[in-house]
T-cell receptor, first 115, second 113 residues
Framework: DVKVTQSSRYLVKRTGEKVFLECVQDMDHENMFWYRQDPGLGLRLIYFSYDVKMKEKGDIPEGYSVSREKKERFSLILESASTNQTSMYLC??????????????FGEGSRLTVL | QKEVEQDPGPLSVPEGAIVSLNCTYSNSAFQYFMWYRQYSRKGPELLMYTYSSGNKEDGRFTAQVDKSSKYISLFIRDSQPSDSATYLCAMSGMAGGGNKLTFGTGTQLKVEL
């Protein structure tokens, strides 16, 4: 079974703090993604990565950055957290060429509250 | 207008009922259609995947795609309390990973004893 681990399940931070969200996968998948999930807005793609040290902007990259120094680890960074970044953050992985092209494997999510 | 529209619910049904969940979309380029299930405080997991129009059945679940109407459905037969979850539709114009998926907002389903 694919395992995608988001180490921080619940975080409370203050406005202006730097926030790191870590995601680790154990299935050697090339592609990794960060989404945020908000009521009424669904899942929105923040950043994705096809390979180590490679990153691409998604639909809502403003206020975020990412790091992928190792294949299994993809980090989301909020340089200066703001209250509108209060959300559920979901990491996902994908293996190109798999039988179900649209199948993403998600972590359990990190619920971030910015006060 | 959003590319994918999905009624957020909540939808509450008695155990054993047939459930119909639906999404409409506007982008005629969408060819791949998926349903994800998300339990409370968990990440989504793929439930059903279909390509182009037609039906696909997997146990109690049937996914239906009508590209002419830009309408997809997920039917759940003999619904169980364990089916209580949020169901998200997702679609794409090409085979590929998460950067190419457009998600609906999700429908919350509760199956009551």
């Amino acid at each position: 079974d694919v395992k995608v681990t988001q180490s921080s399940r619940y975080l409370v931070k203050r406005t202006g703090e730097k926030v790191f969200l870590e995601c680790v996968q154990d299935m050697d998948h090339e592609n990794m993604f960060w989404y945020r999930q908000d009521p009424g807005l669904g899942l929105r793609l923040i950043y994705f990565s096809y390979d180590v040290k490679m990153k691409e902007k998604g639909d809502i990259p403003e206020g975020y950055s990412v790091s992928r120094e190792k294949k299994e680890r993809f980090s989301l960074i909020l340089e200066s957290a703001s209250t509108n970044q209060t959300s559920m953050y979901l990491c996902a992985t994908h293996r190109p060429g798999q039988a179900s092209p649209g199948e993403l494997f998600f972590g359990e999510g990190s619920r971030l509250t910015v006060l | 207008q959003k590319e994918v529209e999905q009624d957020p619910g909540p939808l509450s049904v008695p155990e054993g009922a047939i459930v119909s969940l639906n999404c409409t979309y506007s982008n005629s380029a969408f060819q791949y259609f998926m349903w994800y299930r998300q339990y409370s405080r968990k990440g989504p997991e793929l439930l059903m995947y279909t390509y182009s129009s037609g039906n696909k059945e997997d146990g109690r679940f049937t996914a239906q795609v009508d590209k002419s109407s830009k309408y997809i459905s997920l039917f759940i037969r003999d619904s169980q309390p364990s089916d209580s979850a949020t169901y998200l539709c997702a679609m794409s114009g090409m085979a590929g990973g998460g950067n190419k998926l457009t998600f609906g907002t999700g429908t919350q389903l509760k199956v009551e004893l």
